[in-house]
């Protein structure tokens, strides 16, 4: 059995059920997958799964400073060859980055705790996810002696700020890189050597039976609609409430919904409370996500008006049960969202955002719904959980045995 680590900065985290999707399909598929996280989440836990998952997780940083110390002294003299290799590769990767290189070298001493852990628990492969910090852990334990690693790449972050980040020495020193859209692929094609290419895959972040194996359902008449994520600047929930309020204005009768919590939250209820639209917008805080599937089945159109993504997940949810959506024109969300499934429009464009809330709500029930349902079947076809998890266990298989 191949024991595969996976390793993040915070998990479970409540923004990051794919990740546990992601993990439990392995596990179904028989890997021995061992959870870590370099930091512990500051987010209040409330989905039973995260609950769950948080007792299989191990946080690095609970060592302590002085862990971190052994952990580097062990390695010095345990390892010294390797140890000078990796602290080149830290100063290579620390040196004019944004974090600098105090932080590369607390880096490799984090790298060098996993290797103790790593060495007890038999781990074969570390894969993980996000290209930031834990792709630069990952590669530094590599450097001393440990085992191969991959990662997946997101985005926007690791593309706002590729060369800081040394995506291309992220690359170069893995096994293998996973984009989790056609438009992630492209942007790591761009940063990263021709010769690296062949390493990089998309794989999808996927669904699970929550929303791809359930009873289709009716779209309610009521004129709501729905918006679920982080409140924070780049989510866009800021343009939706000043269109939203510009319709009202209009004498369009509807409801928003934002599910959801983060640091934009007070910024937004002051908008909402001065407009006087506490009537007509409500926010949710962060629900399970059992219930993120009940906002959005009672909801006619889910919206999500972002500036900066990778593919939200959120989208694929909507689809899956059969709501259309409506979304911008950036990153990977056109390979997801298709005119016969929803509306995109161009990112910042309140006019753009209010017509097309506009014409949704004004779409019969029933073209609504043959929309969810080529959705739903788009997702079923692209983006379920156990057939993309197959790609990333052939993978896993292949650099871990």
């Known amino acids: 059995m191949t024991t595969v680590a996976y390793l993040t900065n915070q998990y479970p985290k409540i923004s990051h059920s794919f990740i546990r999707r992601e993990i ?122 440990g085992p191969s690693y991959s990662f997946t790449v997101h985005g926007p972050d690791e593309f706002d700020q590729p060369q800081t980040l040394h995506l291309d020495t992220k690359i170069a020193h893995a096994a293998f890189v996973v984009a989790v859209s056609s438009f992630g692929k492209s942007q790591l094609y761009r940063w990263s050597n021709p010769e ?108 999500l008006p972002s500036f900066a993504e990778g593919l939200p997940v959120v989208l694929m949810e909507a689809l899956a049960l059969g709501r259309p959506v409506i979304s911008t024109y950036i990153a990977g969300i056109p390979e997801l969202v298709e005119p016969n499934n929803g509306w995109l429009i161009p990112a910042g464009s309140i006019p753009a955002l209010k017509e097309a809330i506009r014409v949704s709500l004004a779409t019969s029930t029933a073209q609504l719904q043959e929309m969810g349902q080529a959705g739903a079947e788009r997702v079923k076809t692209d983006y379920n959980i156990e057939t993309e998890t197959v790609k990333l266990s052939q993978l896993l298989t292949a650099y871990g045995s």
């Open 24 to 145: 439990l399909a392995l596990e179904a598929q028989g890997f021995n997958i061992r959870r870590y996280s370099i930091r512990p989440c500051p987010d209040q836990l409330i989905d039973p799964g995260d609950l769950e998952e948080l007792e299989k997780t191990k946080v690095l940083l609970s060592v302590g400073g002085l862990g971190l110390v052994v952990g580097l002294i062990w390695v010095m003299v345990s390892r010294p060859i390797a140890f000078v290799k990796a602290i080149g590769l830290a100063i290579k990767i620390g040196w004019q980055s944004d974090r600098g290189l105090w932080r590369h070298f607390i880096y490799l001493a984090e790298a060098s705790v996993l290797l103790f852990w790593f060495g007890i628990a038999g781990v074969d492969h570390v894969h993980a996810h996000f290209g930031t910090n834990p792709a630069a852990v990952a590669m530094l334990c590599h450097a001393l002696g």
């Open 196 to 303: 690296h290419w062949p390493k990089i895959h998309i794989i999808h972040c996927g669904l699970d039976r929550l929303f791809l194996h359930q009873p289709r359902m009716m779209l309610p008449e009521t004129p709501h609609i729905v918006c679920i994520g982080r409140l924070c600047p780049a989510k866009g929930q800021l343009l939706l409430i000043e269109a939203v309020s510009q319709l009202i204005a209009d004498g369009m009768n509807l409801k928003l919904t934002l599910v959801g919590d983060g640091e934009s939250r007070a910024a937004l209820e002051a908008v909402i409370a001065a407009t006087q639209l506490k009537d007509v917008i409500t926010i949710t805080g962060w629900v399970s996500s059992s219930r993120i599937r009940d906002y959005l089945l009672g909801a006619k159109v889910k919206v």
